[in-house]
């Protein structure tokens, strides 16, 4: 089927650029498919665009560990594998952890209002919702812990890895049966860091950064059975 992913112009950016997060995005919303041949010339068509800023996109993905160079086959979009998984969550584990404890210390009322109000707005995306509005939602809530730290570094470095991580919340959250224990998950996460328990904030999400990872190899498995 052909995807049905479309360059959106912006004015405030050069046309590489356009293209480039217009086809990684697509490749982070699975609508190419890893393993999916990036043929230049069908894409420079599809976009409407030459195939120049085709070329310089995907060599940037490359960089990103999004696309794979294969001799003698050229690019293709790069496959979800355990290690690249488990490499990525680790970093962002620590990240996370780091993140919530420094939230415990630093936010404030009207950000425990926020947090409530997005743990909300994941609950109204699972209900009426596409995949892609759970993730965001999901996003949105983790957004809300990483400003509450009032450290410009850390929020950086978790932005810097949002892309990786994006993919991989994709394929967690195609399986329904994990919302419920993200609802509880970011329930108990709140509760925690209103009462400035550290401890017991950084053990629930350690929790659910190990239940993405296991949730995702799982499904990586049973893909390759």
């Known amino acids: 089927m052909e995807p049905n992913f479309q360059v959106n112009m912006n004015e405030y950016l050069p046309l590489r650029d356009v293209v480039f997060n217009t086809l990684r995005q697509a490749i982070l919303h699975g609508e190419l498919k ?5 043929m230049e010339i069908q894409l420079a068509n599809k976009l409407g665009v030459s195939r120049t800023p085709i070329r310089e996109a995907i060599r940037k993905l490359e960089l990103e560990g999004l696309v794979l160079m294969i001799p003698r086959k050229g690019a293709e979009v790069a496959e979800i594998t355990e290690k690249s998984l488990r490499d990525v969550l680790e970093v962002r584990k620590a990240l996370e952890e780091l993140a919530v404890q420094l939230c415990c210390d630093k936010i404030t009322k009207e950000e425990i209002r926020e947090l409530e109000k997005a743990a909300e707005d994941f609950k109204t995306a699972i209900r009426n919702g596409g995949l892609t509005e759970i993730a965001e ?12 730290t009032d450290n410009q570094k850390l929020i ?7 892309e990786q991580m994006y993919r991989y919340r994709m394929e967690y959250l195609k399986s329904d049966e994990v919302y419920p224990h993200l609802i509880s998950e970011h329930e108990a996460i709140i509760r925690h860091v209103e009462g400035k328990e550290k401890e017991k904030a950084t053990e629930v999400v350690s929790r659910h950064i190990d239940n993405q990872v296991e949730g ?7 893909k390759k059975s």
């Open 156 to 162: 950086q470095l978790l932005n810097n890895l949002r």
């Open 216 to 222: 995702v190899v799982d499904t990586l498995r049973t």
């Open 34 to 38: 890893p393993g999916e041949r990036l």
């Open 137 to 148: 939602a999901d996003v949105k809530f983790h957004d809300v812990i990483y400003m509450a």
